[in-house]
């Protein structure tokens, strides 16, 4: 059982297979996020994250070890990147191998559904001529 | 006591960190740490939501906050 | 829209990262088929796969158009390898890119699951002493 | 008539092509071509199922098969 989790500058997805490969593993499925270029018809020149580091990766490993409990898994993965991405960038990956697919499947889908909603990570679109910080305001 | 701001609370109050001194008044809990800077800081007020962390995990309302505690204010959050 | 689909020697995963990465795409979903070093408690030496390469194309075409109707998709890639692959070593992968991340898993899902009903790829099971073609016989 | 052969199709026929040649009695349907195979190599009638594509896409057990198309038959498929 391997768990990988991160707050990195640059999230490299090819890097993340060997990390999820595993000898009882037949399946590996992975999430990546990626900046958008348009939010609801603005356009968007970039992202920016900012997070609380020592409590995000707490909660991560929450998340890990939830999924861990829930699904038969070998290895996850959870990485979240910082500072400004640029359009098509990766900001975010997570990842499970297990021995068939629908665990891995599964798991990767409420990793990045969980974190999304309880990791402690910021993010500000950064359009044209003004910057948000997305679901600040009702 | 320190408390940490982050995201949107850290432009409100133009700090990332600012420290409450001893006095009277001083909030001992979450639930009046927040009324207080709600207070303080009007804007906080009109977030969909203002969480706290106490030691890097989640509080409830009435979670109570000491002077060694690390406090963060955590306002909703947009990771991925 | 990019539609990869091909039948490969080797299969590297950090290279369809590219492929499907969209800039109207916020989240992209990889599955990867991997070599399990045991089935049923035997051990496994590897995996041979073969394919009737011209038929399993238009399958594998049939598969992207099935799901670029069902879900808006910005990119799919669906990639099979034959030959003989050890433990560990990837075999299938499938992706798909999409605006929202719910697409994208669904498709990458429908993906993976017809491509295994529908595809004319077969795979043999080599153990210590002897070889299995799988699901041959009932 | 050429008639390709797949995975374990390929192995009890011994060879990944054969020519059926014109006679009286040759396969003029999917489903007559299934019996004629099943008949001929035993082991093909114990497998899970047995598909034929015709001109490389799946076909039906009325499927007619003429001299010029490419016939393949297709045991139980076991990608990914």
């Known amino acids: ?138 | 006591m320190d408390i940490l701001f982050f995201g949107i609370t850290k432009d409100i109050v133009g700090a990332a960190q600012i420290q409450l001194l001893e006095e009277k008044g001083k909030p001992t809990t979450v639930a009046s740490l927040k009324s207080f800077l709600c207070q303080k800081y009007p804007e906080m007020a009109k977030l969909s939501s203002l969480a706290v962390a106490v030691n890097s995990a989640y509080a409830q309302e009435d979670t109570p906050i000491n002077n060694n505690d690390e406090v963060a204010i955590i306002p909703p959050v947009s990771g991925g």
């Open chain 1, 1 to 138: 059982m391997i768990k990988i989790l991160s707050i990195v500058d640059t999230i490299d997805p090819g890097t993340v297979y060997a990390a999820l490969a595993h000898p009882k593993s037949g399946g590996i499925c992975v999430f990546v996020g990626t900046v958008r270029e348009f939010t609801d018809e603005q356009q968007v020149v970039g992202l920016e994250f900012e997070t609380y580091e020592k409590m995000a990766l707490k909660e991560m490993d929450k998340i890990a070890e939830e999924a861990i409990a829930k699904w038969q898994l070998n290895n996850v993965v959870i990485q979240h990147a910082v500072g400004k991405k640029g359009v098509m960038e990766p900001v975010v990956i997570v990842g499970a191998s297990s021995a068939h697919r629908p665990e891995c499947f599964e798991a990767c889908r409420f990793l990045i559904d969980t974190l999304k909603a309880t990791v402690p990570i910021w993010k500000k679109e950064m359009f044209k001529d003004k910057s948000v910080w997305v679901s600040a305001h009702p």
